[in-house]
């Protein structure tokens, strides 16, 4: 194995998100502070705690894949990945490239489960229950599901089959990974997959998430867990990280992948290079299963973690009087425990300097999209570098006085910055953070 | 903490620690050592815990193999009448209670685990244990022989069904005029004959994140969710974050549990599962012969302990084997749900090629050997294309028909055992049955010992995702 560390950079980005579903739209309308959280339109969900969500609209997976017959019935998390991947793939410029070995080229993604088709599983349920009128005999449950639930479907639902439809869509046969760390899922997908690559044992990765917990066990889940924003009488303004009256998060759904290289790959095809993943660190809380350590334990080591894999002293500002970082794309959920935690462990980290480091939370504007959070986080992350400007963490108007760093409220900055820190945080206590850099 | 001057992370460590255990502002004070190092580790599994139909823990399930005993029965833990395959691996309800085996202080929250994380729970005590480590989830007395930020966590784990009886209960609060769930209750009542916490037991990374809380495990921590090749999958990550230098061991492996009728209806629509009817219940799985016609299904998996070689000997553990080679890739035919042997073929070339062996090295194969026919074929095509004439006397282990298909924790079982037959240089006894009309070593067959060296483990999953694990004798 070399001792030099191979470089890892970025060639192809792409998202299906609420939004919109290609990469400048959303840049755009996320540097204007829009949103688009409006009422649940997927099942009727008028008498839930939460009523609203961000959801993708008008998509048309079939526009995305050259063959949709290729995929069948795709589920709802598969056909967002189908399309950000295609896009992230043309813009690479890899599709073009001659002589590709289909083996060197991986997947790993963080993607989540598919949907539960509720409607059919309750009958089934209902369906099958014995004369007490509520225990489920096996036998007539399985013959009610062969009645109600379809068989493609169910298959559809395992968590690695965004991964396989998008292996076959443009054929890849190279090592494929999904990893599923709730809302780190994404992020950690990214990182491990540069890892994997700095090893040797791939060429070219395909990296990302997608999900949707936008259905009626999902909502349920998460209002059980009172973890969502019940704010249904302005939806537009429930995702408000960092404010004093913030009161949980916005449920999102979508699609953000993006296409890595070696850096001597890219410049040997003259791929245009988006930014270099230059540091990675990944944390357990292990601490409790629903809350995070109220020191900012484990966010506080991923963020060293990643610095140091970057070779970066988070105590130090460079010679120009920078920080290390110029911007940190926080997870900033918006919930009460996250927003608090994660500033406690940005300061633990900087010190003093973390007041200096902008940190705002895109889900303010596009809400949370669950496993497919990080990596659309991160594909904006790529952008601001691109065009040196950082969007607003918007609704932020009644500041926490507790929460007293740079959120860059409501309206979007421009500055100039080489050098960005993303982070994603799960439920069950994964932390992992990547350190993102132009090139 | 005599660990950590083993850190190879140096600018991680004493400066480190206080930063986490220090006040919220912090001065800047010396700069630290800034530099990465690339670094070539030897990896060895210093502790096996499987869990499955044979029971809990490396020995119970060694001497089930090495006796010819299977754990296939009748299914007791529901009727599956509705499906075409009525046998599977139960882990026994009596030999295993989950909350005998976790320190009292978390008694609790074994009600917020379904039987996936109990089975991960249970099988990381028995790994901890079978490694001689100590951790809060073993001893509160000692503490820790490895430093908790020291210690990863990648776990393989399954779609988890959620219980449908559970919700069931549920459902009934909110029926409608039409007999059906109305949402308009459901919303404002119904949801709430659900505990709090309901989501929380079903969520794939719930498996890591209990069995990081209980035995502290800080570093690095994934749930990898890719069918059979979970298990395979983790190893081969838990394997880059110890060479990384980002952990010096890591519990890693999968468990799973598809004995519920939601998984068993998706298992039947993805025709997947063998047809019982008819059958001795040790006929059901018959890899590799000419009347298999599916598989059966087990609950189990089970993690290891992957460990530095450095670490592991410089704290007196005992390496099972030594991680020697590792590789993935994807089948994806046109379908994307086929087997296809080139594939599988490629994952054992690039895995001989990281453990710069040739396969004249490979003494014994653990093939998946699910009894899904077109798996099968493709996993056997794929040993006589690498192997050549050797194809047809390298002996190999089957482990399905003993504890069913475990799933994501299926492959944890095979290293598990891959790692107990080159300790104590013999091979299990072999069950099945049926024609074989392939020329490979998989008909029945005795325990016997023999001369092991180096031994393969091969995962194909549903989904497309194949590894090939290349495991060494330590020296």
Known sequence: ?439 | MPFQDRHLCPWLNGDYLAILTGPVLRVATEPRKLHYRPMTRRVVISGAGPISALGVGIDDTWSAMCEGRSGLKPLTCFDPGAFPCHVGGEVDPETFKVRNVVPKSYRKAVKVMCRDVELAVGAAVAAIHDAGLKTPGVDNEDGHVINPDRMGCQIGSGLIAADVQELTDAFVTSLGDDEEVDLGKWGVTGMENLTPLWLLKYLPNMLACHVTIVHDCQGPSNTITCSESSSALSLGESMRVIERGAADACLTGGAESKLNPLSYYRQTCAGRLADSSGLEVNDVVRPFSTEANGTALGEGGGLLVLEAKDNCDARGGRARAELLGYAATQSCDHDGMSATAEDIAAAIHNALRSADLDHESIDAIVPFGCGIPSVDAAEADAIETVFGERATSIPQVLTVPYTGNCNAGNGAIQVSIACRCLETQSLPARLNTGTIDRNLQVGPAEARDAQLSNILVLSVSQGGQNTAVILGKVS
């Open chain 1, 1 to 439: 194995m070399s001792s030099e560390r191979r470089r890892i950079v970025i060639t192809g980005i792409g998202w299906v998100t609420p939004m919109g579903h290609d990469i400048e739209s959303v840049w755009q309308r996320l540097l204007n502070g829009e949103t688009d959280i409006t009422p649940i339109e997927r099942f009727d969900a008028r008498t839930f705690p939460t009523t609203f969500a961000s959801q993708v609209r008008n998509y048309d997976w079939t526009k995305f894949v050259k063959d949709p017959s290729l995929h069948g019935q795709p589920g709802i998390h598969t056909q967002f990945a189908l399309g950000a991947a295609r896009q992230a793939w043309d813009m690479s410029g890899l599709g073009t490239v001659a002589g590709l070995d289909p083996h060197r080229i991986g997947i790993y993604l963080g993607a989540g489960e598919g949907v539960l088709d509720f409607q059919s599983y309750q009958k089934t349920c209902l369906a099958s229950r014995e004369d007490d009128g509520h225990t489920i005999n096996t036998v007539n449950w399985g013959e009610a599901a062969a009645k109600f639930l379809d068989g493609v479907g169910e298959v559809e639902q395992e968590p690695n089959m965004p991964a396989s439809h998008i292996s076959r869509e443009l054929g890849i046969r190279g090592p494929v990974y999904n990893c599923l760390t709730a809302c780190a899922a994404s992020t950690q997908a990214i990182g491990e997959a540069a890892s994997m690559m700095r090893r040797g044992d791939a060429d070219v990765m395909v990296s990302g998430g997608t999900h949707t917990m936008l259905h009626v066990l999902g909502v349920t889940g998460f209002n059980r867990l009172t973890a969502m924003s019940t704010r249904n009488d302005d939806p537009a303004t429930a995702s408000r990280p960092f404010s004093k009256n913030r009161d949980g998060f916005v449920m999102g759904e979508g699609s953000g992948i993006i296409i890595m290289e070696t850096l001597d790959h890219a410049t040997a095809r003259g791929a245009n290079v988006l930014g270099e993943v230059t540091g990675y660190g990944s944390s357990a809380d292990a601490y409790r299963i629903t809350d995070i350590h109220p020191e900012g334990r484990g966010p506080a080591v991923a963020m060293l973690e990643a610095l140091a894999d970057a070779g970066l002293d988070p105590a130090k500002r460079r010679d120009d009087g920078k920080p290390p970082v110029q911007y940190i794309s926080s997870h900033g959920t918006s919930t009460n425990e996250n927003d608090h935690i994660e500033t406690l462990a940005a300061k633990k980290v900087f010190g003093e300097m973390a007041y200096d480091i902008p940190m705002t939370s895109i889900k303010s504007m596009m809400g949370h999209l669950i496993c497919a959070a990080g990596a659309v986080e991160f594909i904006t992350c790529l952008l601001m570098l691109r065009d040196q400007v950082i969007p607003p963490t918007i609704n932020l108007d009644e500041p926490d006085p507790d929460l007293d760093l740079d959120y860059v409220p409501n309206v979007k900055r421009e500055t100039a910055m080489d050098t960005c820190l993303s982070n994603s945080f799960g439920f069950g206590g994964q932390n992992n953070t990547l350190v993102v850099s132009r090139i």
